[in-house]
């Protein structure tokens, strides 16, 4: 039997992919088509797909060509591919012509002659674009600007600031087509928006936007009480729009691994998880205003809480709060969360600095992520035994941003309300973790 193998990410499959699948096919009695995984395609750089693994995967079985499909998770796999599935001729199109001779010492190589006037990237451009208004234009969103620009299939409209003169600065700096004067002029001039202003402001202008049937995006920490949160996730559900918080860290290709690995058992069950993030801030700085809802744990919480609920849920038993203050706020918090049976504790400042590691510990093994854990790209599994330690590495493209645009976008364009990789439930649990910390409930003063 003559096996033949192709690869591709196969994107809004269209008749190019199917022309290819079929001449592939041809070529021998048994095809093996490799599909891209979504943390592939973005360590090559390809930020731009629209559809998940499992899309595409579907896409390509349904068109019957397809004898077996695996995924294609790293560079070098196609040669491993080969020698274990015995493949006799690696098939791509003629696009990739030359790219591929170095497979000619595994088996034989043909380029296929590749469909012209059509791909995914065109389709991608003729397709819906998601255009974004953008609410507050301080530091984050400028930084938030040049990574859309790295995600296909959305545009910045519009920005809106209540000081108009730093919004028509913004809007000229950035090239912006809108300075809005008033949010009801932004939310006319987009189809979603992102929130990037005072996190005491999130709520009212989520609330606006839902309300105006705008899909939203918004920046860490989400509200101030978990009601809020509940009205704008009911808002949303019942408009069928997209409500995601930005947490970069919940986005980024090698948490998430070490979280799908994790919980598949490579440290036994896990028994402790502490995470610190510390920043010293500056002392005028609105970060550490009262007034404006300030403070370590307000600020920075919701950073240490994402691993703590991925790796041990959030049915805890209680939470104790250490604080040291200064002038209303605190300086810095140490946070511990007693479970059933797990422990897990968190060191977050603005006023104090410490090591901004995590550690999550198990029965049979630990995972050690360096400072800043938070951006995520290397960590290591280690044993009692060293010789078993695996090292693991990934790309954290640019500021990290471009991984929650691109999950938002691609939620819009193709309407999809169901799975997030950070749960309303997760998000609701945050807020009362906070909500829990305003309200005084088992806080220490120190
Ligand atoms: N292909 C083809 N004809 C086209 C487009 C793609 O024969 N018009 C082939 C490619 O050469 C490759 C396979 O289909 O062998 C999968 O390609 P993929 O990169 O997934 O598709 P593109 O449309 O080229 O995607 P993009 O625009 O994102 O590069």
Redesign the pocket.
């Known amino acids: 039997m003559k096996k033949v193998i192709?690869?591709?990410?196969?994107?809004l499959l269209?008749h190019?992919?199917i022309?290819?699948l079929r001449r592939a096919k041809e070529l021998g009695d048994w095809l093996i088509v490799g599909v891209t995984t979504d943390n592939f395609d973005l360590e090559r750089g390809?930020m731009?797909?629209i559809q998940n693994v499992v899309q595409r995967i579907e896409a390509v079985k349904a068109t019957g060509y397809a004898d077996q499909i695996v995924i294609e998770e790293y560079k070098g796999q196609k040669i491993d591919d080969i020698q274990r599935y015995g493949v006799d001729i690696f098939?791509?199109?003629?696009?990739?012509e030359g790219y591929f001779d170095y497979l000619k010492e595994y088996c034989e190589v043909v380029y296929?002659?590749?469909?012209?006037?059509?791909?995914?990237?065109?389709?991608?451009c003729e397709g819906p674009s998601v255009n974004i208004g953008i609410i507050g234009t301080g530091s984050i969103a400028s930084r938030v600007i040049p990574e859309s620009k790295c995600v296909n299939s959305n545009c910045i409209s519009a920005a809106y600031n209540p000081s108009e003169k730093e919004c028509r600065a913004f809007s000229e700096k950035f090239d912006i087509p809108m300075a809005a004067k008033t949010p009801e002029e932004l939310l006319d001039n987009c189809n979603a928006v992102y929130i990037a202003s005072p996190h005491y402001t999130h709520y009212q202008y989520a609330k606006m936007a839902l309300d105006a049937g705008k899909h939203v995006l918004c920046e860490t920490p989400f509200v101030l009480e978990t009601a809020q949160a509940e009205e704008l996730y009911s808002i949303a559900q019942e408009k069928e729009l997209v409500l995601m918080v930005a947490h970069k860290t919940a986005y980024c290709p090698a948490f998430l691994h070490l979280v799908s690995l994790l919980k598949s058992g490579v440290i036994g069950e896990i028994v402790e998880v502490n995470a610190s993030v510390t920043t010293l801030t500056d002392e005028s700085s609105d970060k550490l205003d009262s007034k404006r809802f300030g403070g370590s744990m307000n600020e920075n919480a919701c950073f240490p809480l994402l691993p703590i609920f991925k790796f041990l849920g959030t049915g805890w038993r209680n939470i104790n709060f250490y604080s040291k203050m200064k002038r209303g706020v605190d300086m810095f918090t140490k946070a511990v969360f007693r479970y059933d049976s797990a422990v897990a504790s968190f060191q977050i400042g603005l006023g104090v600095k410490t090591e901004g590691n995590m550690v999550i510990s198990g029965t049979k093994g630990y995972a050690y992520v360096p400072a800043p854990w938070w951006r995520t790209d290397y960590f290591e599994i280690r044993y009692e035994d060293q010789n078993l330690n695996k090292k693991y590495f990934y790309p954290f493209v640019g500021e990290g941003l471009r991984y929650e645009i691109k999950e938002f976008v691609s939620k819009v364009i193709s309407r999809d309300f169901g799975f997030f990789r950070l749960s309303k439930r997760e998000i609701l649990k945050m807020t009362e973790v906070q909500e829990q910390y305003l309200k005084g409930v088992n806080v220490f003063k120190l």
């Open positions: 192709t690869y591709g990410t196969f994107d269209h190019g992919h022309n290819l390809k731009n797909t098939a791509i199109g003629s696009d990739w296929l002659p590749r469909t012209e006037g059509i791909s995914s990237t065109q389709l991608r």
